[in-house]
């Protein structure tokens, strides 16, 4: 099983990133897809979820509006529309799977990270 994320970037503040995290080895269609992001020296922090369905979603509140998670499960893919992005959004974004949980230790699959930074 894997998870492969793409589409970090440099990109100016006020500006736009795309994420794409597809999964192989098995379909993710029945699991929670979520997105997560590090600082370094920080602690891994929940950005969003999805659930089976486009409807079912959940942001932190830094994210909120901001941010669309969105899935495609014909791909197993789950994307992460990023705009109005700000230089505190700067991290490395991992994709994962798993339960329905905002906490990253209860996420079993993980992809390998997607540095993004955003210049001010």
């Known amino acids: 099983v894997q998870l492969q994320a793409c589409g970090g970037g440099l990109v100016q503040a006020g500006g736009s990133l795309r994420l794409s995290c597809r999964g192989s080895?098995?379909?993710?269609?029945?699991?929670?897809m979520g997105w997560f992001r590090q600082l370094p020296g920080k602690e891994r922090e929940f950005v969003a979820r999805?659930?089976?369905?486009?409807?079912?979603?959940d942001y932190a509140d830094s994210v909120k509006g901001r941010f669309t998670i969105s899935r495609d499960n014909a791909k197993n893919t789950v994307y992460l529309q990023m705009s109005s992005l700000k230089p505190e959004d700067t991290a490395v974004y991992y994709c994962?799977?798993?339960?329905?949980?905002?906490?990253?230790?209860?996420?079993?699959?993980w992809g390998q990270g997607t540095q993004v930074t955003v210049s001010s």
């Open positions: 999805i659930i089976r369905s486009d409807t079912a979603t």
């Open positions: 994962a799977v798993g339960p329905y949980s905002i906490r990253p230790d209860d996420y079993y699959y």
């Open positions: 080895g098995r379909s993710f269609s029945a699991h929670v």
